[in-house]
């Protein structure tokens, strides 16, 4: 009961901040999807952000027959865009084939989340980019390569 | 309930302050002047005198030396744009100021930049002192005598007091005028501003109005005034004085005791004990001295978390902090003062910086930290960074794989700020 009373005033406030960050950052930022990690993932993908010097780890779990990403995981050194981005790419991801998985875009993301502040753009790149790297590593794990999933 | 540990940032007025204030709002309302011969006037300008008095008495100097301005920034701008423009056409052109100087002092320095003076900035050590010898060595250059040097006392990210009586010692060995910013030690270290020739003060901080600050400038300096347009203080600087703000400046100054000073000392160090006691994996930012500390200043770069998520997260707590993080900032870049002091940007990306008052309690600190340590534990679930991650990290960078960026304040883009 105590917990739901705070959980309302939290999001009062969240949506107070909502001039700053969107609804569903905060949300995300509160509760991110997907954290952590995957042992033994099929890929990994690994990227450092060259803008502010932060990281982001993306783990995938892949169905070998259906190509489809079966379980994603994902750890994030970062702001709060950063967690948001990676929560939502993450989400996005999970179930999808890699072929579609590799398709999404920082723009999806970004507009999934109901935007975000114009200098914190580059963080949702971080996520998408680490699961392309993700896919891309398993992909050359596999004897692979890219042009697998085009056409 | 909210908590404000932003101190550093600015403060609550106390109650003594607004009621000093308030007659003159709405009773005492010439300009403070005898000129104009009525007896508002003269009560106005007795009201101005025995403020710069008092102001003018906490830091050693004569009241005729106090120059009223709107607080910090202008009188950063007076102090460095006023020396340059008194010299305009002169031989002497070089600026020194801090490496980690504030930036209002860094920026007025590189406006000045664009009009052909001589910007070289004065490398601090790892806790954020000046190096004196660097210092020496900028000021022995014979060809390029500066025409001013510009330190800070305390700094407000680090908490770093530097030795004043010291630098001035340095700086008048070579005939150069020594500024100093002491907006965030003003009445919280004891400050003799009568061995230096600029002093920057402001009220603020120290539980007293937003909006007005001073300038102690040395009898005899040369400096030229930035605004035109009447002899008010002391024909330094035009403009009808803010005469409530004044007051409610000085009353500040009058109840801000070393009792105070005591008493947040103690918070402060309850708060480091305690943060110590419940949290791992941190390095102190700024002296680990307590004494060569501003007594009110904790800060800390916490390991493998991100500043403005913490930030965030205490804010949704009600809790306010700040934190010097590349994400937090609009150019994305680490605070100058953490790069200057060597800090690369992953580590300074853990900076909390908590700035203490009269109104804080240890219960507000017990919750904090309790508070504390639970974010920085979610927020480490998350993050791929920990120590076997940095020494790979840092043998990459040994190996040249990770180059660094340089983060020094750009004095060039220092105006987008
Ligand atoms: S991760 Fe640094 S700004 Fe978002």
């Known amino acids: 009961m105590k917990k739901n009373i705070i959980m309302t005033l939290m999001m009062r406030k969240m949506i107070k901040m909502a001039h700053i960050y969107s609804e569903e950052v905060m949300k995300l930022f509160m509760n991110p999807k997907n954290m952590g990690e995957i042992e033994n993932p099929s890929g990994l993908g690994k990227v450092g952000n060259p803008v502010c010097g932060d990281v982001m780890w993306i783990y995938i779990k892949v169905n070998d027959e259906t190509d489809v990403i079966e379980d994603i995981k994902v750890k994030t050194f970062g702001c709060v865009a950063a967690i948001a981005t990676s929560s939502k790419t993450t989400e996005k991801a999970k179930g999808k084939t890699l072929k579609e998985a590799y398709k999404i875009t920082k723009k999806q993301v970004a507009d999934d989340l109901g935007g975000l502040p114009k200098q914190k753009m580059h963080c949702s790149n971080l996520a998408v980019d680490a699961l392309q790297r993700a896919i891309i590593n398993y992909l050359e794990k596999n004897g692979r390569s890219i042009k697998d999933l085009e056409g | ?417």
């Open chain 2, 1 to 417: 309930m909210k908590v404000y540990f932003d101190n550093n940032a600015s403060t609550r007025v106390d109650s003594a302050v607004i009621e000093a204030m308030m007659p003159y709002f709405t009773e005492i309302i010439s300009p403070p002047s005898s000129d104009y011969g009525h007896s508002f006037g003269v009560e106005a300008k007795e009201a101005l005198d025995s403020a710069r008095e008092t102001i003018a008495a906490k830091i050693n100097v004569k009241p005729s030396e106090i120059i009223f301005t709107s607080g910090q920034a202008e009188s950063n701008n007076f102090a460095v744009k006023g020396i340059a423009f008194a010299n305009i056409g002169k031989e002497r052109k070089t600026f020194l100021a801090s490496n980690v100087s504030h930036s209002t002092v860094l920026d007025s320095l590189s406006a000045l930049k664009k009009l052909g003076f001589i910007v070289k900035l004065i490398k601090v050590d790892s806790k954020g002192f000046i190096d004196r010898n660097h210092l020496r060595e900028l000021l022995s250059d014979s060809n390029d005598t500066p025409l001013l040097v510009s330190v800070p006392h305390g700094n407000v990210e680090i908490g770093t007091v530097e030795d004043i009586k010291e630098i001035a010692y340095i700086c008048h060995e070579y005939n150069v005028p020594l500024h100093v910013e002491a907006t965030y030690s003003f009445c919280k270290v004891p400050f003799d501003a009568s061995v230096v020739d600029l002093a920057t003060i402001t009220s603020h901080l120290i539980h007293g109005p937003k909006g007005v600050g001073a300038l102690y400038i040395k009898k005899g300096l040369k400096i030229q005034k930035l605004i035109d347009g009447g002899l008010q203080e002391n024909k330094k600087r035009g403009g009808t004085e803010n005469l409530p703000s004044i007051v409610g400046f000085a009353k500040a100054v009058e109840i801000y005791s070393q009792e105070i000073n005591e008493r947040v000392a103690e918070l402060r160090d309850y708060l480091w004990q305690t943060f110590e006691k419940k949290i791992s994996d941190f390095q102190i930012t700024g002296p680990t001295k307590t004494e060569k500390r501003l007594p009110n200043h904790f800060s800390v770069v916490i390991s493998y978390v991100e500043g403005e998520s913490i930030l965030l997260h205490l804010d949704l707590l009600d809790f306010m902090i700040a934190t010097g993080s590349a994400c937090s900032s609009k150019q994305l870049k680490a605070s100058h003062v953490l790069s200057a002091i060597g800090l690369p940007t992953e580590v300074s990306h853990g900076s909390v910086r908590i700035g203490l008052s009269k109104y804080n309690t240890k219960e507000e600190i017990d919750q904090f930290i309790e508070h504390l340590s639970s974010i920085i534990a979610r927020l480490r679930a998350i993050s791929p960074m920990n120590a076997e991650f940095m020494r790979e990290w840092q043998d990459l960078k040994d190996q040249g794989a990770i180059i660094e960026e340089e983060h020094h304040h750009d004095i060039n883009d220092a105006e987008d700020d």
